[in-house]
């Protein structure tokens, strides 16, 4: 477990789920609160357009924040973590949507939570991160994942054969809806509902699940995370999502590289939270006597 911590809680980044305008009484009530313990609360632009405010640009956020905030869902911590990647910012989930497997702390927590954040009684957590691309005969498209990429194909009518190489070696063709290629963080999203296994987050590996095989021999392979994925399809032109939020048409005879990225993402959590426990809430696993 990582002993990093941050080297001061001065200022922090605002992100706001976006389509709420509605948020704006909880975030001035979050704001407050960051306030009243003397962190200064800097917020986004478009999030600050969307609830009646000024704000800034999200570059200049990035740079003048200590950590960054997601208020909202999953997905808009997913958003936040990508976009912000390369400023190597923390990132601290507030969960304002529904589930909530990534935003750790909720609403009813965040009083304590900024005085446990004051007296470095919190942790950083280094999640892996997908760097990958698609070579095109133009070039390449770069992208970075934090849950998963999965390429799918373009019509519920067609089914695609997807050619999947370990290291340059060939060792499987995939036939059938798709494929997902997930993080150990992303294991709890697409990957579980397509019969992928659970893997502890801080864990450096890859989880590639097929989606709605052909075969009933294509099984879930979870595999360390410095091999080099590279997946093709000949004839079929397929869609790559990114973490189900971005999407790229690939033409057939393209190729999608993956690699685990070098430096993961950084979230700021409880030092309280227990993995265990957060599943056993969230999926309802069973009953203590």
């Not at 704006?24 to 478009?46: M, N, S, W």
């Not at 997908?130 to 194909?153: L, M, P």
Request: aromatic share 8%.
């Amino acid at each position: 477990m990582s002993e990093e911590k941050l080297l001061q809680v001065k200022v922090a980044g605002f992100v706001i789920k976006p389509n709420a305008p509605n948020i704006r009484p909880l975030y001035d009530e979050i704001k407050a609160t960051f306030e009243r313990y003397g962190i200064k609360v800097l917020l986004v632009q478009h999030s600050a357009e969307m609830i009646g405010y000024e704000g800034m640009s999200f570059n200049e956020m990035c740079e003048a924040s200590d950590f960054l905030v997601s208020l909202g869902g999953d997905g808009t911590l997913l958003s936040l973590v990508r976009k912000s990647y390369d400023s190597h910012k923390p990132v601290l989930g507030i969960n304002a949507g529904t589930l909530g497997f990534l935003a750790d702390v909720t609403l009813d927590e965040i009083d304590k939570f900024v005085q446990n954040l004051i007296l470095g009684n919190y942790r950083i957590d280094d999640r892996m991160m997908i760097e990958g691309y698609i070579q095109t005969s133009n070039g390449q498209k770069n992208f970075y994942a934090f849950n998963d990429v999965v390429i799918t194909r373009p019509s519920i009518s067609h089914m695609v054969k997807i050619d999947a190489s370990i290291d340059g070696i060939w060792f499987n063709t995939y036939r059938g809806d798709g494929l997902i290629i997930s993080t150990p963080t992303g294991a709890t999203a697409y990957n579980l509902a397509a019969g992928g296994p659970l893997v502890y987050p801080l864990t450096k590996a890859f989880i590639m699940t097929p989606i709605a095989a052909h075969s009933l021999t294509q099984r879930p392979l979870v595999l360390p995370s410095h091999f080099s994925i590279h997946l093709s399809s000949l004839k079929d032109r397929v869609i790559v999502m990114i973490d189900g939020q971005d999407d790229y048409e690939m033409m057939a005879g393209e190729v999608l590289v993956i690699n685990g990225a070098l430096v993961g993402a950084k979230l700021l959590q409880k030092k309280e939270r227990n993995y265990f426990s957060v599943l056993r809430e969230k999926l309802s696993w069973g009953d203590k006597e």
